[in-house]
């Protein structure tokens, strides 16, 4: 594990009615929420409830009108400004890979190492290593037009993880892809949460995503209409 993230693994979220405005859209409307280090959460609703919205605030992508996010008791920006919180804290898996085509699967993997001042031979150790761990330790010199769909989402995934990051956001992680290719992006993004102890929160509409997570929270009209879970009360009489 890197030196920039001491031994901490999962990061602690917190949400409070946080609420987000897109022209005369309210796409996110004071949604409340708590996510335990180390939680793995899946996050569902219809097209429209504000869902990647929610994740894009959460990561930092966008900024809440009002509301707070805090990520291990600070805000985003107090992470040494966003750039740090996108370097050391958050890693982010789209449903479209978003690979830039100029560069080999490894390329790729190694671009947010870059930001991060890592040596040339680390950088490309480490995306070596991570490309291994997807099973793409074979196509680390092909470019995204030479894989399959499958496989650029499996960079996509490595990418994110190249950071070691403490929170992994994924948006429909597999929504472009077929049932074979879905599978093994969701046993590399289970699998590497439980090696790394990261908090994963995944954006979908894939029940079999949802059987996998500790929890499924519900997103309508730019609420989460799951409630937290509340404690148990004693029996009346």
Request: glycine share 12%; aromatic share 2%; no cysteine.
């Amino acid at each position: 594990m890197s030196q920039h993230n001491g031994n901490r693994a999962g990061a602690e979220v917190r949400l409070e009615e946080v609420r987000r405005v897109r022209g005369s859209v309210v796409a996110v409307d004071g949604a409340t929420l708590s996510v335990g280090a180390g939680e793995s959460v899946a996050l569902m609703g219809p097209s429209g409830s504000g869902k990647s919205t929610l994740l894009g605030v959460m990561g930092g992508l966008s900024r809440p009108d009002a509301g707070t996010i805090l990520v291990d008791g600070k805000r985003p920006e107090e992470h040494g400004g966003l750039s740090g919180y996108h370097r050391d804290v958050v890693g982010f898996v789209f449903q479209l890979h978003n690979l830039l085509p100029m560069l080999t699967a490894q390329g790729n993997v190694e671009l947010p190492l870059v930001a991060s001042g890592i040596g040339r031979n680390e950088r490309r150790e480490r995306a070596r290593a991570l490309l291994e761990e997807v099973g793409l330790g074979d196509r680390a010199d092909h470019l995204p037009e030479e894989l399959s769909g499958g496989e650029r989402q499996r960079v996509a995934v490595a990418r994110a993880l190249a950071n070691e990051p403490r929170l992994l956001l994924a948006d429909e992680p597999t929504g472009a892809l077929d049932s074979d290719s879905s599978e093994r992006v969701l046993e590399l993004l289970e699998n590497a949460r439980e090696r790394r102890g990261m908090t994963m929160i995944v954006v979908t509409h894939d029940e079999s995503i949802a059987a996998r997570s500790d929890r499924v929270l519900h997103m309508l009209d730019g609420r989460i209409t799951s409630p937290e879970p509340a404690a148990p009360q004693p029996a009346a009489g």
